[in-house]
């Protein structure tokens, strides 16, 4: 069976087929581009085709190229082996390109269109930006654009080059940078594709037909070319550029090696002829797939969030598709699960105790589907089939058919008891329970149950809308059923999971503690605020600890230190934390809700820069730290926790870690994730750094037995937990 097929018609129109067995999205493969180099040479050579139409056999033209193939090259052959398959690529749509015509006269080509039925990303939109014309069907759903940047790396099978020359390199940079996707009308307006039609594979084969010479030729092989915008020497391009490096510095405080690769691959690329610009691009990719970034990225943001997103770690247990959802408090948590939920298709009963908070409750959809309808998003029709799927009440008896309860009352065990008993006197017998909650031990709330092993913890991250991870927890007595039911329903609602054992904060809280703690113990200390923020996001943070306190609350911060010190007695390390904390509460600086914070606010609520009462209450040291050191503070800080997740059980897949770490508080993209990040360090160099910040800040920061450990025998978690199950 092979990826690519080819009829041609009485008409003379070849059709290429992209089709690869077996996926439900077409990617491409080393065979791949084999196989279509070895098509378009026979169209080209055929003197019965008159014309070319490479299409998809599936609802979609294509999702990219096959990640796992770029790795593999990596480890058989290295950078040449990379730049050598890039190379490859290149040529074979380059081919696709000129189309058979004449070097010189550009004439005497056959016309080669696109006719996309539905997606195309990444090499999907590549392969038809080297055709002559692009057809897209007229398909809302459809996304497209060249989203690479996102897991690390950039466009390298010519869509930089082509779309910068297109469109110039302001115009390119929402898509080339930013990872922009657009409906096929957008596109259009944008430039990205030429028409969007009914049948795109019937127009596609019109044009073919009356297709002249002069439609053949592309801008950059023409004669007299130049760049849209202006090229780097040119007055207008010479600002677009100096903008655009430091555009990009900004976002990425240098630490995203793809974005100043892809800039530099436009810059350069620009000054010298097409072919020239291709094999400049060609090497700053192959750059930027041998840094150890993108290698992190790539795995964990794609290889891994996708075997995870598909049932990776499910126990085995028959289908559990959720059909109808009960869902307890109809709060901000409990609306916005009610939202998704309803949005993919579920049932939903949303109680409270008021008939007014319920109600307000499925309001809070109501607002975001009226928004949606605003930015031409959705429809009056889809926001009333979804609110028509929620029913918000007071009576319990309506939870009657539900095969999941989600509980998202307030953080207080008695009242989360005594809605756990209420709803199991009338759900089904076998309906799976779960609570919502960020704290509080799993197996505590399971004693209210009389049915502790289909009792789960399901912690959802707020806003539900938005947030794209939820964090699965196994009490001591859940079963497997439950954990699979859990995991079924958040592939529904279109999240990723992460499935954890019961502890104090279980993985995401327990590690995004101590960061936010590192930050506060700091400013005690005198070091100045304005270090401590930027030098997280110097590391890729997307916050710094003080502004991340101020999103979450300074309240709900008191709250978790009090139950903690409760807890852990004279164990409890962070009494310097709460001198600060508990003293910007008594001033009723309560964070952005409060509209102060360890930040000022105007009066809209926009973050106006560090509040200067913090020098009066904890004057500045004279003697500020170096840059370095509050980064490894801040770093370490979150990562060896996550290694003691690892250790205490809590944590049973790296994988987990990694792309929980990411999704779930931001734990900085680049590195692929704390074990990523320590992984890229070494673990003896991270040991070294251990030992010294304990020395000099306590023992917070004693290397975890495991790492020192690892250290001793020269591994990487990779190595160690991850080789068979998360190769890249």
């Not at 696109?114 to 392969?127: F, N, R």
């Not at 104090?504 to 401590?532: K, Q, S, W």
């Not at 840059?627 to 059980?649: P, Y």
Request: net charge negative; proline share 5%; charged share 25%.
């Amino acid at each position: 069976m092979t990826d690519f097929t080819m009829q041609t018609g009485d008409d003379g129109v070849a059709i290429i087929t992209w089709d690869v067995p077996a996926r439900s999205m077409n990617v491409l493969s080393e065979d791949g581009i084999r196989e279509l180099d070895t098509l378009i040479d026979q169209a080209l050579s055929d003197d019965a085709v008159k014309g070319i139409v490479i299409t998809s056999g599936k609802p979609d033209f294509a999702a990219g190229m096959d990640l796992n193939v770029i790795g593999s090259m990596k480890q058989r052959g290295g950078a040449q082996a990379v730049f050598d398959l890039v190379m490859q690529l290149h040529g074979v749509l380059r081919k696709v390109e000129r189309a058979g015509m004449d070097p010189k006269t550009l004439k005497g080509g056959k016309p080669i269109a696109a006719a996309l039925p539905g997606t195309a990303l990444g090499i999907g939109l590549e392969l038809p930006l080297a055709t002559h014309r692009i057809f897209a069907a007229d398909n809302p759903k459809a996304k497209i654009g060249l989203p690479e940047i996102m897991v690390g790396i950039f466009p390298g099978a010519g869509g930089t080059t082509r779309l910068s020359r297109k469109l110039g390199a302001m115009a390119a940079a929402p898509f080339l940078l930013e990872g922009k996707l657009s409906d096929p009308r957008k596109a259009k307006a944008a430039g990205l594709i030429d028409e969007v039609v009914e049948d795109p594979i019937a127009a596609a084969k019109d044009w073919v037909l009356n297709a002249t010479d002069a439609d053949l030729v592309k801008p950059w092989d023409a004669k007299g070319y130049k760049m849209p915008g202006g090229e780097p020497y040119h007055p207008a391009g010479f600002m677009t550029f100096v903008g655009a490096s430091a555009m990009v510095h900004g976002k990425t405080q240098g630490v995203y090696p793809a974005a100043k690769a892809l800039l530099s691959a436009v810059y350069e690329g620009a000054q010298v002829p097409f072919d020239q610009a291709l094999k400049i691009e060609a090497r700053w990719f192959t750059n930027v797939l041998m840094n150890p970034s993108s290698t992190a990225m790539i795995r964990s943001l794609f290889i891994n969030k996708e075997a995870l997103e598909k049932g990776a770690n499910r126990p085995e247990a028959p289908d559990q598709k959720v059909r109808k959802v009960g869902i307890l408090g109809a709060g901000m948590m409990g609306a916005g699960i009610a939202y998704v939920s309803a949005m993919a298709g579920i049932e939903v009963v949303l109680i409270d105790a008021a008939q007014a908070s319920a109600d307000k409750g499925k309001a809070y959809s109501e607002g975001l589907l009226d928004k949606a309808i605003s930015r031409k998003k959705s429809t009056e029709e889809k926001k009333a089939e979804v609110l028509s799927r929620i029913t918000a009440t007071t009576d319990y008896a309506a939870l009657d058919g539900c095969d999941l309860i989600v509980e998202a009352v307030f953080e207080d065990p008695k009242v989360k008891a005594e809605v756990t008993q209420k709803a199991e006197a009338v759900i089904p017998q076998d309906a799976i329970f779960a609570t919502n909650t960020s704290t509080l031990p799993i197996g505590d709330l399971a004693k209210a149950s009389s049915r502790p092993d289909q009792f789960i913890g399901i912690h959802f991250f707020s806003p539900v809308d938005k947030m794209l991870l939820v964090e699965i927890i196994k009490g001591a007595k859940t079963g497997p059923r439950a954990v699979a039911k859990a995991l079924d329903f958040v592939r529904q609602i279109r999240k990723t999971p992460i499935v954890v054992n019961d502890a104090r904060f279980f993985y995401a809280n327990r590690c995004i503690i101590p960061y936010i703690n590192e930050g506060i113990r700091m400013v005690a200390e005198g070091v100045n605020p304005t270090l401590i923020e930027n030098a997280a996001k110097m590391m890729g943070m997307p916050l710094g600890p003080l502004q991340l306190v101020d999103e979450t609350s300074i309240d709900l911060g008191v709250k978790i230190a009090k139950a903690t010190r409760a807890a852990m007695g004279d164990a409890y390390p962070d009494g310097a934390v709460d001198d600060v904390l508990f003293w910007m509460a008594d001033e009723s600086r309560l964070g952005k809700k409060a509209n102060a914070g360890f930040y000022d606010y105007d009066d809209k609520g926009k973050r106006q820069g560090l509040w200067s009462g913090l020098d009066a209450k904890f004057p500045r040291s004279e003697d500020q730290p170096d840059l370095t050191d509050v980064q490894h503070r801040l770093m370490f800080a979150q990562s060896l926790e996550a290694v003691r997740a690892l250790e205490d059980g809590v944590l049973e897949d790296i994988r987990e870690g990694d792309v929980g770490a990411i999704l779930g508080w931001g734990f900085a993209p680049w590195s692929g994730g704390p074990f990523s990040w320590l992984d890229m360090m070494g673990a003896g160099c991270a040991v070294e750094i251990c030992d010294r910040l304990t020395a000099e800040h306590g023992e917070r920061f004693k290397a975890p037995d495991l790492l020192r450990e690892m250290a001793s025998a020269d591994q990487t978690f990779y190595d160690r937990f991850g080789r068979d199950r998360a190769a890249a």
